[in-house]
């Protein structure tokens, strides 16, 4: 039977073990895991719905890990900080926990696992390991204020509008800036901030990249239409699907590309390129030159590897439209480098509203990566989105959310 989605907000007490803010998947994961420990836990989320992140997610079925999870699958200022919490609580781990749940499950490309129904089964899994560990909520509530105290016993001071709550470890779950009409907030950055923790400044990750003018103008009007490529930008290479928008590109390519484009801001004032090979597995350069003598358009020839609309509009950007016989053997050689490494500097991204996730966030050098509690402050912590960890698109940011979640619940 399915659970009701919003919890019933009524705590017994004002005085806790444990308070979580953020009642997604980190805050779940960690509030079920603190709670079957023993702990006296309490959930707050100012949503009116629980988890709405993991049900829109996956097209409704939640991508909910990866079989391929690694450490090489993560974004972050500190590359290794995600190896401890992910080889203690692994995909493995939460396929066995869907499992037992009887979720039914099926395996896409790259290892992704989708739920066969709904990710509301998801949400209806984690509620029901928060009812097995014994945790209270409070949602909807706001958040007004956080206080540290020097109480051993309550260390922190959590006022809301349900009233006030102390905690000996406080948990900030709270997520990133991603899809705002959800819900989403900096509210766990601004704790970082008032806390004395450095945050790395957030953008818009796994998200459609904008296109300047004078490219858009040729290929707007292919809205719609998609092609395999293989996509970099000063990271690994994705060998995806990209789609023309009337804005720019998205498809999954260009979504996993986007967050190594963003990072970069971190790094240089420079804005390297995204690189595209149109061709992926097929060497331009010969097949260009073994064509040399048709007298037909570069276009059409294109046409037999690429959507016949897009071959057109790519060969009139770069002004490349007469009959291949009439290309010197350096001209096709070059023409066949633009078609395996073409070169396209965004002018942004489509922003929060349209981002997967977040890049950056609390700096993980000044937590623990085993417990993720803050170095400076004993009994904070911050889990999943909010930390400064983002994973690749293909269900790697969700185990994060888990793997994260059961390294804290374990330590408070």
Same mark, same amino acid.
């Given at each position: 039977?399915?659970?009701?989605?919003?919890?019933?907000?009524?705590?017994?007490?004002?005085?806790?073990?444990?308070?979580?803010?953020?009642?997604?998947?980190?805050?779940?994961?960690?509030?079920?895991?603190?709670?079957?420990?023993?702990?006296?836990?309490?959930?707050?989320?100012?949503?009116?719905?629980?988890?709405?992140?993991?049900?829109?997610?996956?097209?409704?079925?939640?991508?909910?890990?990866?079989?391929?999870?690694?450490?090489?699958?993560?974004?972050?200022?500190?590359?290794?900080?995600?190896?401890?919490?992910?080889?203690?609580?692994?995909?493995?781990?939460?396929?066995?926990?869907?499992?037992?749940?009887?979720?039914?499950?099926?395996?896409?490309?790259?290892?992704?696992?989708?739920?066969?129904?709904?990710?509301?089964?998801?949400?209806?899994?984690?509620?029901?390991?928060?009812?097995?560990?014994?945790?209270?909520?409070?949602?909807?509530?706001?958040?007004?204020?956080?206080?540290?105290?020097?109480?051993?016993?309550?260390?922190?001071?959590?006022?809301?509008?349900?009233?006030?709550?102390?905690?000996?470890?406080?948990?900030?779950?709270?997520?990133?800036?991603?899809?705002?009409?959800?819900?989403?907030?900096?509210?766990? !950055? =601004?704790? /970082? %901030?008032?806390?004395?923790? @450095?945050?790395?400044?957030?953008?818009? +990750? *796994? $998200? &459609?990249?904008?296109?300047?003018?004078?490219?858009?103008?040729?290929?707007?009007?292919?809205?719609?239409?998609?092609?395999?490529?293989?996509?970099?930008?000063?990271?690994?290479?994705?060998?995806?699907?990209?789609?023309?928008?009337?804005?720019?590109?998205?498809?999954?390519?260009?979504?996993?590309?986007?967050?190594?484009?963003?990072?970069?801001?971190?790094?240089?004032?420079?804005?390297?390129?995204?690189?595209?090979?149109?061709?992926?597995?097929?060497?331009?350069?010969?097949?260009?030159?073994?064509?040399?003598?048709?007298?037909?358009?570069?276009?059409?020839?294109?046409?037999?590897?690429?959507?016949?609309?897009?071959?057109?509009?790519?060969?009139?950007?770069?002004?490349?439209?007469?009959?291949?016989?009439? !290309? =010197?053997? /350096? %001209?096709?050689?070059?023409? @066949?480098?633009?078609?395996?490494?073409? +070169? *396209? $500097? &965004?002018?942004?991204?489509?922003?929060?509203?349209?981002?997967?996730?977040?890049?950056?966030?609390?700096?993980?050098?000044?937590?623990?990566?085993?417990?993720?509690?803050?170095?400076?402050?004993?009994?904070?912590?911050?889990?999943?989105?909010?930390?400064?960890?983002?994973?690749?698109?293909?269900?790697?940011?969700?185990?994060?959310?888990?793997?994260?979640?059961?390294?804290?619940?374990?330590?408070?």
């Amino acid at each position: 039977m399915t659970l009701e989605r919003t919890p019933v907000c009524s705590p017994s007490r004002r005085s806790f073990d444990v308070v979580i803010i953020g009642a997604g998947a980190a805050g779940m994961m960690c509030a079920a895991t603190a709670g079957q420990r023993g702990r006296s836990v309490l959930l707050i989320d100012h949503a009116p719905r629980l988890a709405e992140k993991i049900r829109i997610s996956g097209g409704g079925r939640c991508n909910f890990t990866n079989r391929r999870v690694g450490a090489d699958n993560y974004l972050s200022r500190n590359p290794h900080f995600v190896r401890s919490a992910l080889s203690r609580y692994t995909a493995g781990d939460f396929i066995d926990l869907v499992a037992r749940h009887g979720i039914d499950f099926h395996e896409r490309s790259w290892g992704q696992l989708f739920c066969d129904d709904s990710a509301q089964q998801i949400i209806d899994m984690l509620r029901a390991e928060c009812e097995d560990g014994g945790v209270e909520w409070a949602m909807p509530a706001q958040v007004h204020g956080i206080e540290r105290t020097a109480d051993a016993a309550e260390r922190f001071v959590i006022e809301t509008d349900q009233g006030r709550f102390a905690a000996h470890s406080l948990v900030i779950a709270s997520g990133g800036l991603a899809i705002p009409k959800i819900g989403a907030t900096p509210f766990g !950055y =601004r704790v /970082a %901030e008032q806390f004395g923790l @450095a945050v790395v400044p957030p953008r818009p +990750a *796994l $998200v &459609p990249l904008t296109l300047p003018p004078e490219t858009l103008a040729l290929i707007a009007p292919l809205s719609g239409i998609s092609l395999e490529v293989e996509a970099q930008c000063r990271g690994p290479v994705f060998r995806e699907a990209a789609l023309v928008t009337h804005r720019g590109l998205s498809g999954p390519s260009i979504l996993q590309v986007s967050s190594y484009w963003q990072q970069q801001a971190y790094e240089d004032d420079e804005w390297a390129p995204v690189s595209i090979d149109l061709l992926p597995g097929v060497d331009a350069e010969a097949w260009l030159l073994a064509h040399a003598q048709d007298r037909g358009l570069l276009a059409n020839l294109l046409a037999a590897h690429l959507p016949r609309r897009f071959a057109h509009a790519w060969c009139e950007l770069h002004g490349w439209t007469r009959p291949l016989n009439q !290309y =010197r053997h /350096a %001209e096709l050689r070059s023409i @066949a480098a633009a078609l395996s490494s073409w +070169a *396209l $500097v &965004p002018s942004g991204t489509q922003g929060y509203a349209k981002a997967e996730v977040t890049l950056g966030g609390v700096d993980t050098r000044q937590l623990s990566s085993k417990t993720l509690e803050a170095r400076t402050l004993p009994g904070l912590y911050f889990i999943g989105e909010v930390v400064d960890v983002t994973g690749h698109l293909g269900g790697y940011n969700f185990q994060w959310a888990w793997s994260s979640g059961v390294a804290c619940g374990q330590a408070v």
